[in-house]
């Protein structure tokens, strides 16, 4: 599985992934030079990152406490109306349009979790598969 993860990783890279990585990273940098934008600067380059390489990898919701939780909330919510639908509704064309192909079945995948991520990019972190499960063991004995 890691392999087949490697493998995709380096062609996704290779195809364009950078390219998608680096508008993401571009976005943050822009953000962050209007200071306004700059709470929303650590989730986009976490972001950047998982676009460079979403194979192997998952977004999930990071709990930071009460305080925490609302900040993130109110800036999400104003990140979805501003640009998350927009950015989410671009990934999830562009998935479609790989997904005619039975070879770009998993860059379609791909740019669906990219979506995911872009809809609400405050308050997450990356995970590889192997820990998002040990994540959903313990929210499941709680």
Avoid: Q
Wanted: charged share 10%; hydrophobic share 65%.
């Amino acid at each position: 599985m890691r392999l087949i993860a490697l493998l995709l990783n380096v062609l996704w890279f290779i195809l364009g992934g950078w390219a998608v990585a680096l508008s993401w990273f571009f976005g943050g940098l822009i953000l962050a030079i209007t200071i306004i934008g700059l709470p929303y600067v650590p989730g986009i380059w976490r972001i950047a990152i998982f676009a460079a390489f979403p194979f192997g990898y998952e977004m999930i919701s990071v709990p930071k406490g009460v305080a925490g939780s609302a900040f993130s909330g109110i800036l999400n919510l104003i990140w979805l109306i501003l640009a998350g639908i927009w950015i989410a509704l671009g990934h999830i064309l562009t998935g479609l349009l790989l997904c005619l192909t039975i070879i770009g079945i998993p860059f379609g995948v791909a740019h669906f979790k990219l979506a995911g991520a872009a809809f609400m990019p405050v308050g997450k972190d990356i995970v590889t598969k192997n820990a998002r499960s040990v994540v959903r063991l313990v929210e499941v004995r709680r």
